[in-house]
């Protein structure tokens, strides 16, 4: 089973994936994968960061300045998430209950480590939460349950997807 959330920057799709990771951990499951974070100094965002679900290590995804690769005023700090983030995700899909992906967007796309691990979660028989930039939603929503998530809806789509994911877990033989 696979959900895919997306919605417009900063409408609440980080504080989905991480109060899912809390509410799964609270009933006894584990949760692995990558949460994406802003970084901020002064007010302003400076940056973004990946932090791993299971082990909290931190490693930065993007920073404001001069280099390459590039993704608006941002330098992709690839080494970065191929140091935390993707061995997160990998983890997760060998030894987790639940994989979560935030997120998959423009950043993560410049390297070819997150777009093999993707695949790799994708292909997994294991639950599979992952937030969307709108620009690549066409391309993933087609492969699960897809969410458009607004400040009206953002409630029950966390009800909706962790009672789903409740229901999977709780029921191995489901099929997914
Ligand atoms: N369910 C919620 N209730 C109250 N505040 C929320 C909720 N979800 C998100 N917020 C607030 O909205 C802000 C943005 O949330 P968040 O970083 O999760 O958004 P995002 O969609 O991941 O943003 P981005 O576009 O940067 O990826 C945060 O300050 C967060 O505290």
Do not use: C
């Not at 959900?3 to 609270?26: D, H, N, Q, Y």
């Not at 998430?81 to 994989?99: K, N, Y």
């Not at 939603?137 to 998530?149: A, F, P």
């Amino acid at each position: 089973m696979r959900f895919f959330v997306s919605g417009m920057p900063g409408v609440g799709k980080t504080t989905l994936a991480k109060r899912i990771a809390e509410a799964l951990r609270e009933k006894g499951y584990s949760v692995g994968g990558m949460i994406t974070e802003e970084v901020r100094s002064g007010g302003r965002r400076v940056g973004f960061r990946v932090v791993a679900l299971d082990t909290g290590e931190v490693g930065r995804l993007a920073y404001v300045g001069q280099g390459y690769p590039r993704v608006g005023k941002y330098v992709v700090d690839v080494e970065g998430l191929e140091r935390v983030g993707v061995p997160a995700i990998r983890r997760a899909i060998e030894s987790a209950d639940v994989v979560i992906i935030d997120e998959i967007g423009a950043m993560e796309f410049k390297s070819n480590e997150f777009v093999r691990v993707l695949g790799e979660a994708l292909k997994a028989e294991k639950p599979l939460l992952a937030t969307v930039h709108r620009r690549y939603v066409d391309r993933y929503r087609v492969l699960g349950e897809y969410y458009w998530l607004t400040p009206e809806n953002r409630n029950s789509v966390f009800m909706e997807v962790l009672s789903a994911l409740l229901r999977v877990l709780g029921n191995e033989n489901a099929g997914y």
